[in-house]
T-cell receptor, first 114, second 109 residues
């Protein structure tokens, strides 16, 4: 148990659907992250939140919309996705956002866009 | 551009030693991480290096040479449970983690 949970674990959605991914961390951390992991590709950082403020947005399409209501919860709202968005979406947290802080990952949501 | 290179796949024998290399070219350097990821699971932290040299932690060791832009992860006394992907990641000058694509390590009996 890593202390970071994600729901749902698997999601199949059509291109016209709207869905949300949820992440919760029970570690008392101040920073949270969304990553996309595709087969044989490096982890792609999507969003970073530190103390509930968005720190970075790495040119992510607007069909992905993050929300961080408090330091323990992070959401990723999805709408009008494309088949190439099918991937494993990982949430992570760290004590602070900075160089030396290791990240703790959740188990991920396997997303399939049909 | 920023780049992390590591071998795609390696095979080793149970009980042996294996070295997984990682070379990086990033805008600035604020540390290098190694993570382990078993198939279908979340990555888990293995090590962090920010100064040159070798850090040892049980059967795993990690080495860093900042002047060469190079690191390796050394796994000793390999066990079947070490079969996993090993991810190298570098923190750049903006404190953003740049990830390699990972090295899939296959352990054979």
């Amino acid at each position: 148990e890593t202390g970071v949970t994600q729901t749902p674990r698997h999601l199949v959605m059509g291109m016209t659907n709207k869905k949300s991914l949820k992440c919760e961390q029970h570690l008392g951390h101040n920073a949270m992250y969304w990553y996309k992991q595709s087969a044989k590709k490096p982890l792609e950082l999507m969003f970073v939140y530190s103390l509930e403020e968005r720190v970075e947005n790495n040119s992510v399409p607007s069909r992905f919309s993050p929300e961080c209501p408090n330091s323990s919860h992070l959401f990723l709202h999805l709408h009008t996705l494309q088949p190439e968005d099918s991937a494993l979406y990982l949430c992570a947290s760290s004590q602070e956002h900075g160089a030396s802080y290791e990240q703790y990952f959740g188990p991920g949501t396997r997303l399939t866009v049909t | 551009g920023q780049n992390i290179d590591q071998p795609t796949e390696m095979t080793a024998t149970e009980g042996a030693i294996v070295q997984i290399n990682c070379t990086y070219q990033t805008s600035g350097f604020n540390g290098l991480f190694w993570y382990q990821q078993h198939a279908g699971e979340a990555p888990t932290f293995l090590s962090y290096n920010v100064l040159d040299g070798l850090e040892e932690k049980g059967r795993f060791s990690s080495f860093l040479s900042r002047s060469k832009g190079y690191s390796y992860l050394l796994l000793k006394e390999l066990q079947m449970k070490d079969s996993a992907s090993y991810l190298c990641a570098v923190t750049d000058s903006n404190y953003q983690l740049i990830w390699g694509a990972g090295t899939k390590l296959i352990i054979k009996p």
